[in-house]
Each structure stands twice: as C-alpha cells, then as structure tokens.
C-alpha cells in the first residue's frame, strides 16, 4: 500500500464533506463536457432527428451485477411504449450494454435513436446529454451525469429497496 496521510470509505464522504440537504445539490452545472465532442453530438442529432422536436434520452436498465437491478431495471424497452403517444418528442436510446440491442431493432410502434452503444465513456455520454431536452432513465450512472449537467431528469426508483441516496421521501 502506498504511504497516506488520510483514508476513508466512499460511502462516508456526505458525512465527512458536511453534506446537508441544505447544501445540497451543489451549483449545477459543475461538469462541462469538451465543446468539440458536444457539437459533434448535436450535429449528429440535428442530422438524425427530425427538426423542432423535444429530444428524450432513455435509459430502462442497470447493470445486471447491482444488488437491486432486478427491482431497479425494466424488462424490456416495450414498457415505456405509452411514451410514444406524447406528441412532438423524439426519442434517443442512451442504453448501454447489452440491453443496447433493444434499441438497434424496437418495437415497431418505438422508434428511437441508438446511440447508447455509440458511446465510449462518461466524457462522451456527458456530451451526448447536454444535447438533449431530457433524460428519462431508471437509477443509472447516466441520471448522475444529467444532473451535474444541469439537463432535466426523470429517474425512475424502486419501491422497494430505493437506494440510499434519493433519501426516504
């Protein structure tokens, strides 16, 4: 082990950094993705989408390794299906993995996007997110990456067993 002055576990850090829900969330935005990857993401987008229609990223399932991922995730991309009756919206599948497949061949009646498999690490997802008008996704790393952008977000959460972090109420 290298020599240190301090230590402490992940999870202790609110406590240890003085987090209250009055100091919390931070300033938003405090990430900024590189303006050369977000103009590329919107020149794809602008090309891709039809024009003057919100965009809405989507994201319906975790990692199969999380604890609660069988609580957590959706079973399938089909579930959203009553989306698609909102009218003026376009849909953008930032699903990575193997759940990713789901969007290169939706249902018929779900056309979306798939840029989720697209996406190489955070610094790109980030910048594909700053894109967008919304993210709408079950509690994954992407609902992170919204917020400290400042991008709305719609987080789906278990009933049961909701994670720590969105409090009890």
Known sequence: WPTMDFWVFGQSLPHVLGAQLANLPAPIPYIAPQATSRMAWRARLEQELPPQKLKIGLAWRGSPTHGNDHQRSLA?????RPLWDVAGVSFVS????????????????????????????????????????????????????????????????????????????
């Open 76 to 80: 399938s991309l089909a579930v959203l």
């Open 94 to 169: 930032l699903q990575t993995g193997d759940a990713s497949a789901e969007a290169q061949s939706p249902p018929v009646d779900q056309p979306i996007l798939e840029l989720g498999s697209k996406l190489k690490d955070f610094a790109d997802g980030a910048a594909l997110v700053s894109q967008l008008d919304l993210v709408i996704s079950v509690d994954t790393a992407i609902v992170h990456v919204a917020g400290a952008l400042g991008v709305p977000c719609w987080v789906m959460i278990p009933r049961i067993e909701t994670d720590w972090r969105w409090l009890n109420d």
